[in-house]
């Protein structure tokens, strides 16, 4: 079954510095996505991303947010200056239509101390 | 905004009892996804419905999306120590092009 694989799985980093998480999306999907999940809350939308740019974003993803797919595999979530309160799971999706079919990465634990 | 209410939020049974989680949303969606979410993992998908009235059964679980596609139900058949975890249902809308979750339904089923 084709996975959606991200790393790292767990990334410790200090206030303000800047973090790249990783995405390799299911080959054959055209959609890539981003969530995240802060401890005990629900599943946050916070990107879409298709044909080479930003397709929707949500109020979450301001400036300090960027992705990029630098080549034909790769799909990565940029935050330039991290805060304390980005600290949360982000998980990476892909899906060959934007209203179903959505398979989600095992996600990425970013702790910001 | 839209929100997508799930209820309850948290439920504990004992193993071969039945039960139902509502997921319920003022919006109209398109599409309506039920996930299963194990602690530390993504979601795993487990049904997609689009027609109003659409009934799916996936073995001992039921799905159901409302007539007019703003709510949906989950309902589990002799549940099993194996059901427990926590099952979230999203929804598309076209206006937004957004797929959202709702906060999930902790299910509990004791031996």
């Known amino acids: 079954e084709p996975e959606v694989t991200q790393t790292p799985s767990h990334q410790v980093t200090q206030m303000g510095q800047e973090v790249i998480l990783r995405c390799v999306p299911i080959?054959?999907?055209?959609?890539f996505y981003w969530y995240r999940q802060i401890l005990g809350q629900k599943v946050e939308f916070l990107v879409s991303f298709y044909n080479n740019e930003i397709s929707e974003k949500s109020e979450i993803f301001d400036d300090q947010f960027s992705v990029e797919r630098p080549d034909g595999s790769n799909f990565t979530l940029k935050i330039r200056s991290t805060k304390l309160e980005d600290s949360a799971m982000y998980f990476c999706a892909s899906s060959p239509d934007r209203a179903y079919g959505y398979t989600f990465g095992s996600g990425t634990r970013l702790t910001v101390v | 905004t839209q929100l997508l209410e799930q209820s309850p939020q948290f439920l504990s049974i004992q193993e071969g009892e039945n039960l139902t989680v509502y997921c319920n949303s003022s919006?109209?969606?398109?599409?309506l996804q039920w996930y299963r979410q194990e602690p530390g993992e993504g979601p795993v998908l487990l049904v997609t419905?689009?027609?109003?009235?659409e009934v799916k059964k996936l073995k001992r679980l039921t799905f159901q999306f409302g007539d007019a596609r703003k709510d949906s139900s989950l309902h589990i058949t002799a549940a099993q120590t194996g059901d427990t975890g926590l099952y979230l249902c999203?929804?598309?809308?076209?206006?937004?092009?957004?797929?959202?979750f709702g906060q999930g339904t902790t299910l509990q089923v004791k031996p």
């Open positions: 919006s109209v969606f398109s599409s």
């Open positions: 419905v689009v027609t109003g009235g």
């Open positions: 999203a929804g598309f809308a076209l206006n937004t092009g957004k797929l959202i």
């Open positions: 080959s054959n999907h055209l959609y």
